[in-house]
């Protein structure tokens, strides 16, 4: 065995795993949350065109707008995010997150009870639905950008791939847990209660996992890399310990603390201290996520399998089936994002995408709607889930450098979440124009995403984040003509 390979497997010997994995499923939490408050309305979405936008005269605008309305909170909970983590720490922004997932989920399902408004559909019922849909939102935007972060803080280089992939693991999982719940509320109920109660139960039902996640995070630490940003070196270097073993974490704070030493003379308000490139790849990589049109998948799914002929409980019992690959395919990307490496996944899942979306998009310029759409569906939603499902995840995570990370993840998922928001709330109105071009469009954005990761996505398998800073500081060298830098090692 060679020295270098001794040295790891000393590092590995002395890593406490269960500690990580614990605090990784803690903060993965937020992850299942994100995924069960953006899922819930796929169950009850018919049921408020039914009882709110039918019943009060509205069109499809209002339709895609009341079904999008928690994405405008995405896009504050996104933005704010940077401030919230740079300020308040990784940790005290997740219990915020918590507490405003507590609340949604009680003012989405009875709006009226919490506002004071009248019980039966108005404009201000419709108006206090959202506002409370938008308070999750700010909870789902600020828990998807201080997750990753999170865990990707703690976790050694050689998992955190892996580690932060579980996050996104715990998003499709928290999706097929609500899509049982919706279910399980809808089964054996008639339409009509459904419409008047039903939907209620489903958004309510969220309080129970955010009053968990709040509580849990009362027993996690800070996270070492903010600890050490705060000068808080004695508390940094003890997390450090319970990870990786006293020798292993004094290397790990040295690393930290040199980064940040050189990077001192740097504004922390300073955005594009490391040049544009990083902070553009990072943008990219949120809107590519969402134009390749996976949410339309995830919202619409019900709706989707009814217009294939699906009766509404049976497209229901679909959706649960997609959800179910869901997970799979997202465990296929665990096992191998530290292995085979962030580009490879990343391009192959686009080329898996691009297949089943102008797949669908043939079928319906055909006008056939059946099983083999279905078999596109799940070849398209496969695809995302092993790769740009965790993977945009995993780099928006490690690709900042520290000095800037806080900032930079939140500039990243605010565009996510504005490119969420468009493709999600302008479904209704594209569909109605052309199916085939709906899809086709998708199709496209996925072969412009693997072009995009092909010629500048960065890979970043097995790099700290200290190295991947020393990555974009070579670069910002580079463009201002200077020769050298400090080495990473």
């Known amino acids: ?243 990786n073993g006293p020798a292993e974490a004094k290397t790990v704070l040295h690393d930290i603390k040199r980064t940040i030493a050189q990077s001192s003379h740097l504004s922390s308000e300073k955005l594009f201290a490391y040049g544009k490139l990083v902070i553009v790849v990072g943008i990219l990589l949120s809107i590519f996520q969402q134009f390749v049109g996976i949410n339309v998948a995830l919202y619409y799914a019900p709706r989707i399998f009814e217009s294939m002929g699906a009766a509404k409980d049976a497209s229901m019992v679909q959706t649960i089936v997609m959800g179910l690959v869901n997970v799979v395919f997202t465990v296929v990307a665990i096992y191998t994002v530290d292995r085979w490496g962030r580009k490879p996944l990343l391009i192959t899942g686009s080329i898996g995408m691009a297949v089943g979306m102008f797949g669908v998009a043939g079928l319906a310029f055909a006008n056939i709607i059946g099983i083999s759409t279905l078999v596109f569906i799940i070849i398209y939603t496969a695809a995302f889930m092993m790769s740009w499902g965790p993977i945009c995840w995993v780099l928006i995570s490690e690709i900042f450098p520290n000095k800037i990370r806080g900032q930079a993840v939140a500039t990243a998922v605010a565009a996510q979440w504005a490119a969420n928001y468009f493709i999600s709330s302008t479904y209704p109105m594209m569909m109605e124009y052309s199916g085939g071009l709906t899809y086709g469009f998708y199709g496209l954005m996925s072969v412009l995403s693997a072009v995009f990761v092909w010629k500048w996505v960065p890979e970043t398998k097995g790099k700290t984040l200290e190295q991947m800073e020393m990555v974009w500081r070579k670069q910002e060298a580079r463009q201002q003509g200077v020769s050298k830098v400090p080495n990473a090692q």
């Not at 707008?65 to 995405?74: D, E, F, R, Y």
């Not at 009870?113 to 308070?135: A, C, D, H, K, V």
């Not at 600020?142 to 998992?159: H, K, N, R």
Request: glycine content about 12%; some cysteine.
């Open 1 to 243: 065995m060679h020295s270098s390979e001794r040295g790891i497997h000393i590092m590995k010997k002395n890593r406490n795993s269960l500690y990580i994995f614990s605090l990784t499923l803690v903060a993965a939490i937020g992850g299942l949350l994100f995924g069960y408050d953006t899922a819930v309305i796929s169950g009850a979405e018919g049921s408020l065109q039914v009882y709110l936008i039918d019943s009060l005269g509205l069109g499809a605008l209002a339709h895609g707008a009341t079904t999008s309305s928690a994405l405008i909170g995405c896009i504050i909970g996104g933005l704010i995010s940077g401030y919230f983590a740079s300020n308040f720490g990784r940790k005290k922004s997740l219990i915020i997150a918590a507490v405003l997932f507590f609340v949604s989920a009680l003012g989405s399902g009875f709006p009226e009870f919490l506002f004071f408004t009248q019980g039966e559909p108005s404009l201000s019922l419709l108006w206090t639905f959202n506002f409370y849909r938008i308070i999750g939102g700010i909870g789902v935007g600020l828990a998807s950008a201080i997750t990753p972060m999170y865990i990707g803080e703690i976790a050694p280089a050689d998992i955190r791939g892996k580690m932060v992939s579980f996050n996104q693991f715990m998003i499709i999982f928290g999706m097929l847990v609500v899509y049982f719940v919706n279910w399980g509320i809808a089964n054996g109920q008639s339409v009509e209660w459904i419409n008047e109660i039903g939907w209620r139960y489903m958004f309510a039902s969220e309080a129970i996992p955010a009053l968990l996640f709040g509580a849990l995070l009362f027993f996690v630490p800070e996270t070492p890399r903010y600890l050490a940003m705060k000068q808080q070196d004695d508390k940094a270097l003890g997390v450090l310990t319970k990870i």
